[in-house]
């Protein structure tokens, strides 16, 4: 019994060590995807809230003109909401995968449509 534990625990420390040495392994948050938000003329849209239920209490940041990031170092299947007065409401997913350390990011170009008068 006690041979099988020590086994066990051997494994678990090589397996963790092996994972927090490696390359790929930092310190920084990796943020999981990253919108590209345009109206129709192709022409930034600032100002926009990005949400999603499965976050809860956190939004994405607008990192730039247009480019909002989000979903830090996620892990799974997400649904977000884009919002910006003046445009139509969007609906979108993403399926995010963490490769060793760090969740493996994504990009999406958006384009918001204005909301018919």
Not at 28 to 44: C, F, H, M, W
Not at 72 to 93: C, D, L, M, P, V
Not at 96 to 116: A, E
Request: charge should be positive.
């Amino acid at each position: 019994m006690v041979v099988v534990v020590l086994v066990i625990v051997a494994a678990s420390a090589y397996i963790l060590w092996g994972q927090k040495n490696s390359p790929e392994c930092t310190l920084d948050a990796r943020s999981g995807l990253t919108v590209q938000l345009r109206d129709k003329d192709g022409n930034p849209v600032l100002g926009a809230k990005i949400s999603s239920p499965q976050y809860k209490g956190y939004s994405f940041d607008s990192v730039s003109s247009g480019t909002y990031s989000g979903l830090i170092e996620g892990n799974g299947t997400y649904t977000f909401t884009i919002e910006k007065a003046g445009f139509q409401t969007y609906t979108g997913s993403v399926n995010l995968v963490r490769s060793g350390c760090h969740v493996i990011s994504q990009s999406q170009n958006i384009i918001l449509q204005k909301v018919s008068k």
